[in-house]
Nanobody, 124 residues
């Protein structure tokens, strides 16, 4: 059973930066595709970014492209999300997700394992 633990959330002013991390255990990390989703209060969970098992492919939601960067360290079993130029509309709980094999990257139902989430609040 894969376990995911997020960290790095917090309160930041608009225009600032945060770096989220997700530590994975219980599986062969180097074979897991990884992603970040977010969910704002009263809204559906939405895709943010994903990275393939070997780091060779990354995709982003249009709303974060050019501001957020997803990366992974297979030696440390971690995936990170560097968030720059944050906006109030980025405020949400951010969730790390993992899945084996091929999948529909932007569809949260495709992802098999989830962390508990970390809150990001961006003040204006």
């Amino acid at each position: 059973q894969v376990q995911l633990v997020e960290s790095g959330g917090g309160l930041v002013q608009a225009g600032g930066s945060l770096r989220l991390s997700c530590a994975a255990s219980g599986g062969t990390f180097g074979r897991l595709n990884m992603a970040w989703f977010r969910q704002a209060a009263g809204k559906d969970r939405e895709f943010v970014a994903a990275i393939s098992f070997n780091g060779g492919s990354t995709i982003y939601a249009d709303s974060v492209k050019g501001r957020f960067t997803i990366s992974r360290d297979n030696a440390e079993n971690t995936v990170n999300l560097q968030m720059n130029s944050l906006k109030p509309e980025d405020t949400a709980a951010y969730y790390c997700a993992a899945a084996w094999g091929s999948l529909m990257w932007r569809n949260h139902e495709s992802w098999q394992y989830w962390g508990q989430g970390t809150q990001v609040t961006v003040s204006s």
